[in-house]
């Protein structure tokens, strides 16, 4: 079937293009524009604004975790709302099918969920299985597990920490690294509530950034197209910044992404408050051109706060809304949920806000600052059009800011900047540098051969809108969704790096958790079977 999207503004940065024109799709791809056409169908975008699908690099969205927030918190899963007919569930707060049904309608093809606990892995991807309209990917959590730890404290060769490594991917099926606090869980388990990147973890004589430098390392050496996925220790804060920049120099030039920067953007005060570093982060940034970061921007409301880092979760959590709190230390990571409202006559809050919008607008490159809410933990994902609008448009953001608590006049710079982020800067930041980012070649621009997932939103004034519901979106070249609304199911694909095991390391494995838990390898796979009929999985391939 060919498809004529007729007369919309193009706006794809990745090949310069940002015109009035035509895109044509065909048999799920875009392709040039036929020599003699005979569109089967034309869809009239005058006065809209075509775009690749939308890409979230860093959004919790299935996992044991977000399955326990379920029930610590089940009064936020309620809903009034009727569901539509093609996915009956899709008005239940958090559920899968809600979560596939709000990306779509914002324009959002592709999402990866960044904390895939290999212990987890098989809960974890049969909850990615069951998202509609969108593909999804997750990262695998290294660095605070028995072995790998073992492994360096042995002085193990390089060799064996990749096989490590890559044995890890292929096993749980992840699209990349991701390091949660290296070492910062184990040492909470020895009675530790602050942990940095010198400090030397109990019985294993290590430091979070010797554990940090291997997994650097490996992820280079293994050809993973996404650059190792990092979340520092001491997250939250004051003197976080610290923390971020110093890690950002430790990378010593190899490529790396940090998490949620906003939760470390912070500059500690005398009194032990603490006031932006955004500025500082942006700076550091501009000096190491090997690093990216998303931002894991705080919007008011409730939430539920989640995450592997268990030590930040157990310190974080009297300041629960409402009062109640689970930790779970498990074998590796673990996790903890901590429920959370940011509100904006709350200095911290707002304080939280202001920085999350300095770090979009003091950008060196946008395609090296991508947004998120780290969701839930900032706040939901469905946040996205409001702050694309706060940063699109100086007059908003001043109105939005003088609603709110003061303190940002004299703990940030939000007030004094006047930069408005361009449509070509809202697709870099949401489409083509994600894309980039993940390695994803086939999507996040608008060129022949691209995987066709595209979305049209009606351009008005009112950025909020024009972004919360998109005028039409296909994926894979199929509508998925029409005037904001779903009409018409799709199944995404989870997709997963493809990459080599070594038979030795596989067996050495087998045996350790055999001797350790009493099952070996098999039971940490996630076997095809699990999945009945359904093929849920793409692969990706690796640079090397």
């Known amino acids: 079937?060919?498809?004529?999207?007729?007369?919309?503004?193009?706006?794809?940065?990745?090949?310069?293009?940002?015109?009035?024109?035509?895109?044509?799709?065909?048999?799920?791809?875009?392709?040039?524009?036929?020599?003699?056409?005979?569109?089967?169908?034309?869809?009239?975008?005058?006065?809209?604004?075509?775009?690749?699908?939308?890409?979230?690099?860093?959004?919790?969205?299935?996992?044991?975790?977000?399955?326990?927030?379920?029930?610590?918190?089940?009064?936020?899963?309620?809903?009034?709302?009727?569901?539509?007919?093609?996915?009956?569930?899709?008005?239940?707060?958090?559920?899968?099918?809600?979560?596939?049904?709000?990306?779509?309608?914002?324009?959002?093809?592709?999402?990866?969920?960044?904390?895939?606990?290999?212990?987890?892995?098989?809960?974890?991807?049969?909850?990615?299985?069951?998202?509609?309209?969108?593909?999804?990917?997750?990262?695998?959590?290294?660095?605070n597990d028995d072995l790998l730890l073992s492994l360096l404290r042995e002085r193990e060769s390089p060799q064996a920490i990749n096989d490590l490594v890559a044995l890890t991917l292929a096993t749980s099926r992840g699209l990349g690294v991701k390091v949660i606090n290296a070492g910062g869980a184990v040492a909470f388990k020895e009675g530790a509530t602050k942990f940095d990147l010198d400090d030397e973890v109990p019985s294993y004589g290590l430091t979070s950034r010797r554990i940090l430098t291997a997994l650097l390392?490996?992820?280079?050496?293994?050809?993973?197209?996404?650059?190792?996925?990092?979340?520092?220790?001491?997250?939250?804060?004051?003197?976080?910044?610290?923390?971020?920049?110093?890690?950002?120099?430790?990378?010593?030039?190899?490529?790396?992404?940090?998490?949620?920067?906003?939760?470390?953007?912070?500059?500690?005060?005398e009194g032990g408050g603490f006031t932006s570093a955004a500025a500082r982060v942006c700076d550091a940034l501009a000096r190491h051109p090997n690093a990216t970061l998303d931002v894991g921007h705080v919007v008011f409301g409730p939430t539920c706060t989640l995450s592997l880092d268990i030590l930040r979760q157990?310190?974080?959590?009297?300041?629960?809304?409402?009062?109640?709190?689970?930790?779970?230390?498990?074998?590796?990571?673990?996790?903890?949920?901590v429920p959370f409202v940011y509100r904006h006559r709350r200095g911290t809050s707002a304080l939280q806000f202001a920085i999350g919008l300095e770090l979009m607008l003091l950008s060196p490159d946008p395609w090296r600052v991508l947004l998120t809410t780290d969701h839930p933990n900032g706040g939901p994902f469905t946040a996205y059009p409001r702050l694309l609008h706060l940063m699109m448009d100086k007059e908003e953001r001043d109105r939005e800011l003088s609603r709110i608590h003061p303190v940002i006049r004299d703990h940030s710079s939000i007030m004094t900047i006047d930069r408005e982020l361009t449509m070509q800067e809202v697709a870099i930041i949401t489409r083509a540098a994600p894309a980039r980012l993940l390695g994803l070649k086939d999507r996040g621009h608008l060129g022949a051969g691209a995987r066709a997932d595209v979305a049209v939103y009606r351009d008005i004034p009112d950025r909020t809108a024009m972004f919360s519901a998109a005028e039409a979106v296909w994926k894979a070249g199929k509508l998925i969704v029409r005037e904001g609304e779903v009409v018409d199911r799709a199944d995404g694909k989870t997709l997963s790096l493809g990459i080599d095991v070594d038979e030795g390391m596989a067996r050495r494995v087998d045996a350790y958790l055999h001797d350790r838990f009493g099952a070996g390898l098999e039971s940490f796979n996630v076997p095809a079977d699990a999945f009945r009929d359904r093929d849920p999985f793409r692969m990706e391939a690796c640079l090397n």
């Open 217 to 269: 390392n490996a992820v280079e050496s293994l050809g993973v197209p996404h650059p190792l996925h990092v979340h520092c220790s001491n997250l939250g804060i004051p003197g976080a910044d610290k923390t971020l920049v110093e890690t950002m120099a430790a990378s010593e030039g190899r490529r790396i992404h940090f998490a949620h920067a906003q939760f470390y953007s912070y500059a500690e005060t």
């Open 314 to 337: 157990f310190v974080g959590r009297k300041g629960a809304d409402p009062r109640k709190w689970t930790v779970v230390a498990g074998d590796a990571e673990g996790g903890g949920l």
């Open 1 to 143: 079937m060919l498809t004529r999207i007729k007369g919309g503004r193009i706006v794809d940065p990745v090949h310069g293009r940002d015109a009035v024109g035509d895109l044509w799709i065909e048999d799920g791809h875009v392709v040039e524009p036929p020599a003699d056409p005979k569109p089967d169908e034309i869809i009239d975008a005058n006065g809209c604004v075509v775009m690749a699908g939308g890409i979230d690099v860093h959004s919790h969205i299935a996992s044991g975790n977000v399955i326990l927030s379920r029930l610590l918190l089940p009064e936020y899963a309620v809903a009034e709302a009727p569901s539509p007919d093609l996915y009956p569930f899709a008005a239940i707060r958090r559920s899968a099918a809600e979560v596939g049904c709000s990306y779509a309608c914002m324009g959002y093809t592709t999402v990866i969920e960044p904390a895939l606990a290999p212990v987890q892995a098989l809960t974890t991807h049969l909850e990615l299985a069951d998202i509609p309209l969108i593909d999804r990917g997750a990262l695998s959590v290294l660095g």
